[in-house]
């Protein structure tokens, strides 16, 4: 039977294809880098609130009061989320969608690194070594067609930032997860998503306003395509959340790379692009450094 956490990463990584590619979306339809990643997390929030509100409601379970060190974490994760996220939508504006995504996998060493850091948890050498199959696999699909990046130092570096901060924003939320003092794996992922979703929507708010007046009027102007991502974006951080409240973050972000073999799917079947050989071979690498994270953590 598939542990319930990679069932969850991989449901989220699904979610989170369509989610990317609707922010860029966004920001071809003429909104900055801020506002496309402030509708992400302004439609999310109250639906977010909602489901922990009816989970406590429906469950029987009490949480508890969260601690000083949830509200830390929260905060934490949930800052360099919202400035992961802005880097990654600027950098859609210089490279192509599934090459874009590609430079933020550099999270999945990085988030290695800071599990042992900050949490204690280090991987096994077994599971260093399928994390660095499956960041193979990541280059061997986001390199372009002539063999060469070719975009400068702005693009790589963005990529980069985005990926340690995506990183930083994993050990946050599963340090926030595992300090509630009760609830199942379902009430505590979704407790630290709506705090976490709050948090992001009152810190961007007075930024917005006071650096780009008008912006948060374009965002909810484009209600109809802004409130789409704001769902996607809850139904995937509640399948990150989940897996994160079970398992090692960085077994989850690694598995999560699986990303980039649904963007090269679509590419594929729905832009009828060709495969050739390389983007092949970086999915078995991928595949393969899924399946020995599966069997090394049972």
């Known amino acids: 039977m598939i542990p319930l956490w990679l069932a969850a990463t991989l449901a989220a990584a699904m979610v989170q294809t369509g989610r990317f590619a609707l922010q860029k979306r966004l920001k071809g339809s003429g909104l900055s880098s801020g506002g496309a990643t402030f509708a992400r997390f302004v439609f999310a929030a109250p639906?977010?609130?909602?489901?922990?509100?009816?989970?406590?409601?429906?469950?029987?379970?009490?949480?508890?009061?969260?601690?000083?060190?949830?509200?830390?974490?929260?905060?934490?994760?949930?800052?360099a989320q919202v400035l992961a996220t802005m880097a990654?939508?600027?950098?859609?504006?210089?490279?192509?969608?599934?090459?874009?995504?590609?430079?933020?996998?550099?999270?999945?060493?990085?988030?290695?690194?800071?599990?042992?850091?900050?949490?204690?948890?280090?991987?096994?050498?077994?599971?260093?070594?399928?994390?660095l199959v499956g960041v193979a696999g990541v280059l061997l699909l986001s390199l372009p067609a002539g063999g060469r990046w070719g975009v400068g130092l702005r693009a790589p570096?963005?990529?980069?930032?985005?990926?340690?901060?995506?990183?930083?924003?994993?050990?946050?939320?599963?340090?926030?997860?595992?300090?509630?003092p009760s609830g199942d794996t379902l009430l505590r992922a979704a407790?630290?998503?709506?705090?976490?979703?709050?948090?992001?929507?009152?810190?961007?708010?007075?930024?917005?306003?006071?650096?780009?007046?008008?912006?948060?009027?374009?965002?909810?102007?484009?209600?109809?395509?802004?409130?789409?991502?704001?769902?996607?974006?809850?139904?995937?951080?509640?399948?990150w959340f989940v897996a994160f409240t079970l398992q090692n973050a960085a077994y989850v972000r690694a598995v999560g790379q699986v990303e980039l073999v649904f963007s090269a799917l679509v590419s594929w079947l729905v832009f009828r692009e060709r495969a050739g050989g390389r983007e092949?071979?970086?999915?078995?690498?991928?595949?393969?450094?899924?399946?020995?994270?599966?069997l090394l953590t049972g």
Request: hydrophobic share 60%.
């Open 280 to 294: 092949l071979v970086g999915i078995g690498l991928l595949g393969v450094s899924i399946m020995l994270l599966v």
């Open 88 to 131: 990654t939508v600027t950098l859609f504006s210089l490279r192509n969608f599934a090459t874009g995504i590609a430079f933020t996998k550099t999270e999945t060493v990085l988030v290695a690194l800071f599990s042992a850091v900050f949490l204690g948890e280090a991987v096994s050498a077994g599971g260093f070594a399928a994390i």
């Open 191 to 239: 407790v630290t998503l709506a705090a976490v979703t709050c948090f992001q929507t009152v810190v961007m708010l007075p930024w917005l306003r006071l650096r780009e007046p008008g912006e948060i009027s374009r965002v909810l102007a484009r209600w109809r395509i802004t409130a789409l991502v704001g769902v996607t974006g809850m139904l995937g951080s509640l399948g």
């Open 157 to 180: 570096g963005l990529g980069l930032v985005a990926g340690a901060l995506f990183g930083l924003s994993a050990i946050g939320y599963r340090a926030a997860s595992l300090a509630l």
């Open 47 to 79: 639906f977010a609130v909602l489901l922990a509100v009816g989970l406590v409601l429906t469950s029987g379970q009490g949480i508890g009061l969260p601690p000083v060190r949830f509200w830390l974490a929260v905060a934490a994760g949930g800052l």
